[in-house]
């Protein structure tokens, strides 16, 4: 079965630094996965997708890569600020869902921001 | 649009009592989702439909849960009979059926606790 790896412990960085979040996978290949941020007593809310015959895509201070190789997302905020101290879930198609919309989730990695 | 509204915000309640919960997708949107959310196991899809019909059950716990859609504005997730293992923020999400990869808009959840 579909299994996505996040990693389970907080991860604590200074004010603008760069945060690296990792996201595994294994089984298959998704066709796209994408990053959602969550603050505690909130539900998740979408940042970014990112297809698998894209290798980078940026928004703002975010990056995703997307590595079908290494079976491995890299979710990168550059320029940290303490607001952007969340839980950050990468979520992915389980086979067979084409055209449904459903998402599997990882665990999420929490982050935090020091000033 | 509001987004996803959900109905009760927290619901404290003995086990063995029947539990409903509400949700109110975003307007237009074809398909809605429903999560259940604990430290343990992360975010569980339980169940989604696509224009009112329910297209894949399979995360749903036990027969103790069930959840229908009479309209495209309104879903139940109801819990008869409550067990205190049920306890757990129960969310929300719908979204469009656009592309198949459409990003999934999250209510703010409800937090259940069965005691």
């Known amino acids: 079965s579909q299994k996505i790896e996040q990693n389970s412990e907080a991860l604590n960085i200074q004010e603008g630094k760069t945060a690296t979040l990792t996201c595994n996978y294994t089984?298959?290949?998704?066709?796209?996965l994408q990053w959602y941020r969550q603050d505690p007593g909130r539900g998740p809310v979408f940042l970014l997708l990112?297809?698998?015959?894209?290798k980078e895509k940026r928004k703002e201070r975010l990056k995703v890569t997307f590595d079908t190789t290494l079976k491995q997302s890299l979710f990168h905020i550059t320029a940290s600020q303490p607001a952007d101290s969340a839980t950050y879930l990468c979520?992915?198609?389980?086979?067979?869902?084409?055209?449904?919309?459903?998402?599997?989730f990882g665990a999420g990695t929490r982050l935090a921001v020091h000033p | 649009d509001a987004g996803v509204i959900q109905s009760p915000r927290h619901e404290v309640t003995e086990m063995g009592q029947e539990v409903t919960l509400r949700c109110k997708p975003i307007?237009?949107?074809?398909?809605l989702f429903w999560y259940r959310q604990t430290m343990m196991r992360g975010l569980e899809l339980l169940i989604y439909?696509?224009?009112?019909?329910?297209?894949?059950d399979s995360g749903m716990p036990e027969d103790r849960f069930s959840a229908k859609m009479p309209n495209a504005s309104f879903s139940t997730l109801k819990i008869q009979p409550s067990e205190p293992r049920d306890s757990a923020v129960y969310f929300c999400?719908?979204?469009?059926?656009?592309?198949?990869?459409?990003?999934?808009?999250f209510g703010p959840g409800t937090r259940l606790t069965v005691l």
């Open positions: 307007s237009g949107h074809d398909y």
């Open positions: 990112i297809r698998e015959n894209e």
């Open positions: 999400a719908s979204s469009l059926a656009r592309t198949g990869e459409d990003e999934q808009f």
């Open positions: 439909f696509n224009n009112n019909v329910p297209i894949d």
């Open positions: 089984n298959y290949s998704p066709a796209y």
């Open positions: 979520a992915l198609p389980p086979p067979g869902s084409g055209g449904y919309n459903k998402l599997i």
